[in-house]
């Protein structure tokens, strides 16, 4: 019987980007082009950041995208995986978002690069990670969001009916990102601010697209999940359908990754406070230039 936050096999998580390792330099485009938007977010924050923290790190994506930048002065960078961390540049922990070695606020920016939607308690991250920060820290986070390879799901799904006559847990769950302000206000953090873009890439065909996914670590990790080995028919007619369902009139296919990016604030005294309620000055019926009515007063028409 597992715990019901184990939704992740964690093990799986690091074998698989300990896998990727050696020649993820070649399937790292995603991280790049999130990386980049993550760095222009950065750049609108009109201040320096001394000692900053990386959860997630994978070879050093975004400290190759943020230097020369010069907002922060140390960057740690750290990864559930060893492998990964041996090839990144500068100071690197291996350590596991789940259990962060890090318990005094230490840090002005804590960041993650597509990292965070493999942690089984995200919320538990997140309050870890505003543990690390100095009072008004920032936190800047980008994880995958629900509708990433909705293409690819259905596809699995409606090949293993057709030929199995059922399912089972292909691809991973993500979050969505209605729920993304809610996961940083539970964590504790002021100001939170979330929204969301999609990054669509095209394929020859759906093994192309699941070559990428394994090229960056990123294949299914779900802790319930088929244990036996799939037979080739069954990804064969999931091809087949990605490729009547969805190929364009060049004969590519889509695949979706819904980006979901996450920005709030260690509290502190000094950030702006909702006012109490009956404490305004002005009137909003002035500002409409309307009239007021009270409470149990019926509107009249006009």
Not at 227 to 252: C, I, N, P, V, W
Request: with cysteine; glycine share 8%; net charge negative.
């Amino acid at each position: 019987m597992t715990d019901e936050m184990t939704v992740f096999d964690r093990r799986l998580v690091r074998a698989r980007r300990d896998r990727a390792a050696p020649g993820f330099d070649d399937f790292d485009f995603l991280f790049r082009e999130v990386a980049d938007r993550l760095a222009d977010r950065l750049l609108d924050i009109t201040r320096a950041f001394p000692m900053a923290l990386e959860l997630g790190a994978h070879t050093g994506v975004l400290k190759r995208i943020l230097a020369g930048r010069g907002q922060i002065e140390t960057l740690v960078q750290c990864d559930l995986s060893e492998r990964m961390m041996r090839r990144a540049d500068g100071l690197a922990v291996v350590a596991d978002e789940e259990s962060l070695p890090f318990d005094a606020p230490r840090f002005d920016l804590v960041l993650s690069n597509l990292s965070l939607h493999w942690v089984n308690d995200l919320p538990g991250a997140l309050v870890q990670a505003n543990r690390c920060l100095k009072p008004d820290g920032l936190f800047l986070g980008a994880i995958l969001g629900g509708d990433t390879l909705h293409e690819l799901r259905d596809c699995l799904m409606q090949a293993e009916l057709d030929l199995r006559g059922g399912v089972s847990p292909r691809l991973s769950p993500f979050a969505q990102v209605r729920d993304a302000g809610a996961l940083l206000q539970r964590a504790g953090f002021s100001l939170p601010v979330t929204d969301s873009d999609v990054i669509t890439v095209t394929y020859e065909n759906a093994f192309r697209l699941m070559r990428d996914l394994r090229g960056m670590g990123e294949t299914g990790a779900a802790f319930v999940r088929a244990k036996h080995f799939t037979r080739r028919d069954l990804f064969m007619h999931a091809a087949a359908l990605y490729q009547e369902r969805h190929a364009d009139s060049d004969g590519r296919i889509p695949a979706t990754f819904e980006v979901i990016y996450l920005h709030g604030w260690s509290p502190h005294d000094s950030q702006q406070q909702a006012l109490r309620p009956g404490s305004a000055k002005n009137r909003l019926a002035d500002a409409l230039d309307t009239k007021e009515i009270g409470t149990g007063e019926k509107a009249g028409r006009t």
